[in-house]
């Protein structure tokens, strides 16, 4: 396995309109336990799967569906490799949310049939 090989599915995304209202659904009603929440994030444990709740940045992102989030190891290698195979990305890797040390990065793309999903990775900050 290489650095740019998928390793598993890290993270689902579901657009939410209102994130309140969302969380406590997922924490009450489904008792999934809450990791963490930002002003426009919220995620969930679900057995070694994390679930992200979010406000859409854009309005790409702005539908009733998941996004799959796909771990790597290196996020820039990763990138590179899938530009190099044709994958269409809509911006280069970014950070997204800093957790103490932790810091999450991803690149969205797109599938052929117009799906957004994303490449993930985790970074420790010292």
Excluded at 27 to 33: A, D, M, Y
Excluded at 61 to 73: E, G, N, P, Q, R
Aim: hydrophobic fraction near 40%; charge should be negative.
């Amino acid at each position: 396995m290489t650095s740019t090989t998928i390793q598993k599915i890290n993270q689902i995304g579901v657009p939410v309109k209102d994130l309140a209202r969302a969380s406590e659904f997922y924490e009450t009603q489904l008792e999934l336990p809450m990791l963490f929440k930002t002003d426009t994030m919220a995620f969930f444990d679900c057995n070694g799967l994390r679930l992200m709740l979010s406000l859409p940045e854009k309005e790409e992102f702005a539908h009733a569906s998941s996004i799959l989030y796909f771990d790597v190891a290196d996020i820039q290698q990763a990138y590179a490799e899938f530009q190099s195979r044709g994958v269409q990305f809509s911006g280069p890797p970014h950070c997204v949310v800093k957790n103490g040390p932790a810091e999450t990065w991803m690149a969205f793309f797109h599938d052929t049939e117009g799906n957004t999903h994303a490449l993930t990775s985790e970074r420790v900050v010292s």
